[in-house]
Structures are given as C-alpha cells and as structure tokens.
C-alpha cells in the first residue's frame, strides 16, 4: 500500500513538473519559429516531455484505483476486525455497522490518494504562480488579487459538501438499522398486521435523507457557477494584462503563450470540483469511522501465571448503564467444580455479571478472578479457553453442522464432535439430516430449541474451566432440558458452570443458587433452602416453580438424576 501510495505521488510530481515546463517549452519552440531560428532542438525537447507526461498520466490512473481498492479492503478488514473485537461493547447498532463497512470505508480509504493528489497539485499551482510572477511580475500580481475569493469559495463549498455527506451518511444508517431490525422480526411484523406501520418506521429517516442529498447537490451547483464565473473573469483580467505587456514590448508573443500555460495551471487546485467532491466525501467519511475507532477494545493481560482451578471470585463488581447501576459492589464466590445457578427477575443484570467472566463486559469496579488470576491479566486468547459461553439465541458460523459445532476448533474430531452433540442431545436430529454432520447449514431448518442445543454443544466441546450457561436451555421442553441437564453435568463433571436459569427446576438441578436482587447478590445457597422464601419463589413467576423438581418437598430426599452430581461440601 505504501508502495503505491509513493509511486503514485512520484507519478503525479512528475506530470506536474511537466506541466510547469510546458509552457516555458511551447513558448520557447514558438519564439523559435517566429525568429526563424532553429526548431529541431526545443521541438524535439518538448516532444520528450509530452511523451515523460503522457506516460505519467496514462500510468496514474490505474496506479491510483489499485492504492484505493487495496486501501478500501485493508480498511474494510480493520472496521470490520474492530467492530467485532468491541463485541457487546460496541455502541453501534448492526445497520449502522453495515453503513460503516459498505460506504464509509471506501469513501476514507480514497483519501491518502486524493489528499497526495491534491497536494501536489496545490505545490505545482504555487510553483506555476512562481514561474507566473518570474514571466509577468503584472499579470501574476493581477491573478494573486483575485485567487483569495476563490479559494474561500472552495473552502466552503469542501466544509458544506463534507456536512451534507456526513448528514447523508447517517441518516443512510439509521434506515439500515431499522431494516435489519424490522427483517429480523419480519414473522412478527406479517403476524401482526403492521407491515405498514413498520415500513413507515423503517423510511422515518428518508426525508432527512433526500435533504441531505439535496443540499449536497445545491452546495455543489452554487460552487459550480460561482466559480464558473469567477475563474474565467480572473482569466481574463490575468490576459488582459499581459496582452498590453505585449502591446507595450515589455512581453513577447511567445511571453503571452506561457503566461497562458501557467495561469491554467495556477488555477487548476480550485478549478477540479470533482477532486474537491470527493476529499469532502472522503473526509466524511473518515470522521465517522474516527468515531467507530474511539472506542477501544478489550485489551488483554500478560500474566504468565495461568489458574490451577475453576473457582470464580467477584469483588466490589459494580456495572452502570446510562448511569445508572445494573451491579452495585457485588461479591459472589463460585467453587471450583460446582453448577451454580444465577437467578432474578427480568433485568437483574444476570446476563450482564454472565458476560463479565469471559469479559465480554468489563466491570467500571472491581475485579473477577478465575482460578485466583483477576481476568483482566489474562491474555485475551487464553481467556476465551478458560471460559466459555452459550447463549439463548446463538449464531451459528461455519459451512456445515460439523462447522458449526467446531467454530473456533479446526481440528477437532468427529468423535468429540458427536461426543458433545450427543451431551445437547442434538445428536439425533442431526442425524436425520440428508448429509448429517456435513449436511450445508444454510440448508439446514432448525427450530429455536434445536439452534439451542446446536450452540451448547459448540460450548461443550470447549475444555475449559468455566462454562457460562447462558438461559442456553430455554428453547427446550422441559423434559429435554432434563436430559440435557444430565448429560451436561457427566460432560462437564468437575468443571465450573454458572446457568443463567428462568426456570425452577434449572435452577434445582444445580449445586448451589446465587439469586440477584438489587444489584446484589441477595441469597446464596442450595435451591431447597432458598424455596422457602415466597419472594424467592416469585422469581420464577406468580404460580411458582414450573417444574416437576419443585413440586416436591425440598427437605425430601431425591433420586439420583435429581441431585447434583458435585459434592462441595
């Protein structure tokens, strides 16, 4: 890139500096012509140099559109890096993400070319007014009066167009953001019958919109005939004044045709709109991907010395959200092998202190430690083997179900694979799939509960300390939920889990609960004892817990498959 970049500016100094000998050379081959003088000299020199600048301008433009196109998919590559390292933190909706990718990476990615461009076009303009004034001291001084008012124009018109593509820009992604909104949820929108409340929500920002590109394109025509009729005015006051040089015999003809040449060149860095266009569009948007860059990713730790075990520890933990505190100094405490469900209301934050052990969030205070090693020291790739997540709704990548199971592990077998399938109890529908394992997973239907298991099993086939159950069972009945649990606890024995629970008998099945409340949190203890408590019970909702575990009297001895399999004791 750099390459190019540098090629193409010594290109572009090259045809400039053929332009600035131009006309001193035209004027010279003239002169030699009038006075009957010999031409095969000059001629043969100013045919060296059209052929150096035809060579240089016929080289520029393909020169220029690679340095762009390799600029555009290195920037590309860098948001899109970016935005995906900010994760949850990132503060830009999925539209406006796209907006970023699509339009404005392209649009900053050509400004290291326009800006060298434009540079070397403003130096040979100045070096064209130097050679204006070395040729007729008059008619440079005539052409220095009248450039300030031009340029002023042209300044404006860069900051106004550069508004108005900043203004386009975002209106262009907040309709992005609120169609993929309204795709996502297209079943519900025809369910419903408000097709056209939410295509009138999804344009909302169209008449801003059509402003925006109103206004650049007024910006663009009162630049156009303002300088439309001042440049040629400043031409013609430039020739008038060396033409009574000429009449005076203070310059000659050949004189004239270079103060010509030379004043087509001084005036050429405010005559290009298009060149002026597109550094206001590429400065654009360059500012709005600043505003993607502001924003800094997790930065992982350095710690060399890794966890013995899996016991998590929270201190102090307070998270705040538009100012106010999901969290508030939490402390909570999970052994090393234990199932701990995390229980509250609806928007508790339990997905918020979920998402701090692998920090996919990090806390404004305190710190979370795994093993006995706070998180933040760690580094970020081996943090994401000690702890793992699944999620309620998770995206499944990869070309086929084996991928899917196995993103982010390449070389796993197909034995672990099923291995960990079959612990989601996800083995069975896959297997009644036409090509199985292999079967392309966008030709693969697959109902909520079934994406489910197909992303607990990615978790499972992590060997990680910690596994983060997000509500990764919710899709499910409750008897496969069961078999799940089963299944995940002999997979996962003496490993640590945390389940995000909603349902009672989730929250039975585990070892130990941690129920939120406040910010905080308010019990921690096994399900049995907790369920004595009628608030702790209307967490799960007015009739109780929905669930055959819970029906029971806690004090009751269980069977085998209903107690918790880790003894911490």
């Excluded at 503060?91 to 392209?106: F, N």
């Excluded at 701990?340 to 202190?353: D, E, I």
């Excluded at 291995?419 to 799939?433: I, N, S």
Aim: aromatic share 4%.
């Amino acid at each position: 890139m750099r390459l190019r970049l540098v090629a193409l500016a010594v290109l572009l100094a090259v045809r400039i500096s053929v332009g600035i000998a131009l006309p001193a050379l035209l004027a010279t081959a003239v002169g030699a012509v009038l006075d009957g003088t010999g031409v095969r000299g000059p001629a043969a020199l100013l045919a060296v140099v059209l052929a150096v600048g035809g060579l240089c301008e016929a080289a520029a433009g393909p020169l220029a559109a690679s340095a762009g196109a390799t600029a555009t998919h290195r920037l590309r590559m860098l948001t899109i890096r970016h935005l995906l390292s900010l994760g949850p933190r990132s503060p830009h909706a999925v539209g406006d993400a796209v907006t970023q990718v699509v339009q404005s990476a392209p649009m900053a990615a050509g400004l290291p070319a326009r800006a060298a461009e434009s540079a070397i076009s403003l130096l040979g303009s100045v070096a064209a007014l130097a050679a204006l004034w070395w040729t007729n001291w008059q008619a440079g001084l005539a052409f220095t009066l009248a450039m300030p008012l031009t340029v002023l124009i042209a300044q404006r018109f860069m900051k106004e167009a550069g508004r108005a593509q900043e203004n386009y820009l975002g209106a262009q992604s907040r309709i992005a953001d609120a169609l993929v909104a309204a795709l996502t949820g297209v079943r519900t929108i025809r369910a419903a019958g408000t097709l056209a409340t939410e295509t009138d929500r999804v344009l909302e920002p169209l008449p801003e919109l059509s402003a925006a590109g109103r206004a650049m394109w007024r910006t663009e025509r009162d630049v156009v005939w303002r300088l439309g009729l001042l440049l040629p005015l400043t031409d013609v006051l430039v020739l008038a004044v060396a033409g009574l040089a000429v009449a005076d015999g203070r310059l000659s003809a050949a004189g004239l045709l270079a103060v010509s040449g030379y004043l087509a060149l001084a005036s050429g860095m405010v005559d290009q709109i298009d060149v002026l266009l597109g550094i206001a569009q590429a400065r654009a948007g360059a500012r709005r991907l600043d505003a993607v860059f502001r924003h800094e990713p997790p930065v992982g730790g350095t710690a060399g010395t890794m966890p013995a075990d899996g016991a998590v520890r929270l201190r102090g933990v307070t998270v705040r959200r538009a100012g106010e505190p999901v969290l508030d100094q939490l402390d909570l405490d999970l052994p090393a092998g234990a199932a701990v469900a995390l229980v509250g209301r609806t928007g508790a934050g339990k997905s918020v202190l979920a998402g701090l052990l692998g920090r996919l969030t990090d806390p404004d205070e305190g710190e979370i430690s795994v093993g006995g090693v706070p998180v933040r020291d760690l580094p970020l790739d081996r943090l994401r083997t000690l702890v793992v997540h699944a999620f309620e709704r998770p995206e499944l990548y990869g070309r086929t179900v084996h991928e899917a199971i196995s993103f982010g592990r390449p070389g796993v077998s197909r034995e672990d694979v099923v291995r960990a399938a079959r612990a989601a109890q996800a083995d069975r529908f896959v297997r009644r799939l036409p090509g199985g394992y292999d079967t392309p997973l966008d030709e693969t239907p697959m109902s909520g509960g079934e994406r489910q298991r197909l992303g607990l099993a990615r978790a499972l086939i992590r060997p990680a300390l910690v596994h983060v159950l997000d509500d990764a069972t919710s899709g499910l009945d409750t008897a496969t939920e069961a078999e799940v649990s089963r299944s995940v606890t002999e997979l996962l024995a003496g490993r640590t889990r945390l389940v995000v629970a909603h349902r009672a008998a989730t929250a039975a099945r585990c070892d130990l609960v941690a129920w939120l409340d406040g910010g905080r949190i308010r019990a921690f203890g096994p399900h049995g004892r907790l369920w004595a408590d009628p608030e702790y019970r209307a967490v799960f909702g007015p009739a109780g817990a929905p669930g055959p575990l819970t029906d029971r009297d806690p004090t009751k001895k269980r069977t085998k498959e209903e107690r918790c399999r880790v003894d911490h004791r």
